[in-house]
């Protein structure tokens, strides 16, 4: 019995020996990074991608399985594949994926993006930041209103692309632009989402209209006071646009 259990903890250490093996500080990530043919992937979500990412690299959701599964299966599985996430997580689970799916050489950037910036901060080439932040203020339950946001969306997203990190803050009588009952908009929700614009419903504004809080589109996310986190953004340099006429 006892050579059993200490036989399972030399396995054990050796599987997680093996795992650090494939796990990379920046300058090493950054050295393989730079030899020719090596894939760097962001594992991330698109959201996060447009906050910024690694220079070179390509967005692939691990969030979303079934669709990063697909996408794998079409990839060289001799390359050699560099992932990355917020703070290493992810990207560690990506790696496991890859390897059950045949793949032999992928690694994972310790500490993930963040880690990224502090080793990178004397060479800002390394990290694509956004060309424009900006912060659309939705407060009117006017659906011309909330046709004229997605409007406005589509426009930036047509100019821009990914470039620009767009957050759509929503409160007051607006909510009901993130109910699901109530939208006339959740089909252009849908797909802005999954361009990576975030939407945001205001917690206070829901308490006080007594909205059920699974009535909100999946899509968007929450924050407790929505002028407030329009402020925040404001203090923190992002461009303010007003939603209405």
């Not at 950054?30 to 698109?46: C, P, Q, S």
């Not at 900006?134 to 909330?146: A, E, F």
């Not at 620009?164 to 802005?192: E, S, W």
């Amino acid at each position: 019995m006892r050579s059993l259990y200490f036989t399972g903890i030399l396995l054990f250490a050796l599987s997680a020996f093996g795992q650090a093996q494939l796990s990379m500080t920046p300058k090493k990530f950054n050295r393989l990074a730079e030899k020719e043919g090596a894939t760097i992937i962001d594992v991330r979500t698109a959201v996060e991608w447009r906050s910024g990412h690694i220079a070179g690299a390509k967005l692939e959701n691990v969030g979303k399985k079934e669709t990063f599964l697909a996408s794998i299966a079409q990839w060289d599985k001799e390359g050699t594949y560099l992932l990355y996430c917020r703070s290493g997580r992810r990207s560690q689970q990506a790696m496991e994926l890859m390897q059950a799916a045949g793949f032999s050489t992928v690694y994972d950037l310790t500490g993930g993006i963040l880690a990224w910036e502090k080793a990178m901060a004397n060479n800002p080439e390394k990290i694509i930041r956004p060309l424009h932040r900006v912060v659309l203020q939705l407060s009117s339950g006017d659906t011309l209103v909330w046709k004229g946001v997605m409007n406005n969306l589509k426009n930036m997203q047509q100019s821009w692309g990914d470039s620009a990190q767009i957050t759509v803050v929503v409160h007051g009588p607006a909510i009901d632009f993130l109910r699901k009952d109530k939208t006339t908009q959740y089909d252009k929700i849908a797909y802005f989402s999954q361009a990576g614009i975030s939407f945001l419903a205001c917690e206070n504004s829901i308490t006080e209209r007594k909205v059920p809080r699974e009535t909100i589109v999946p899509e968007a996310g929450f924050v407790k006071l929505g002028l407030g986190e329009v402020i925040r953004l404001q203090e923190n340099g992002w461009s303010y646009i007003k939603a209405g006429y």
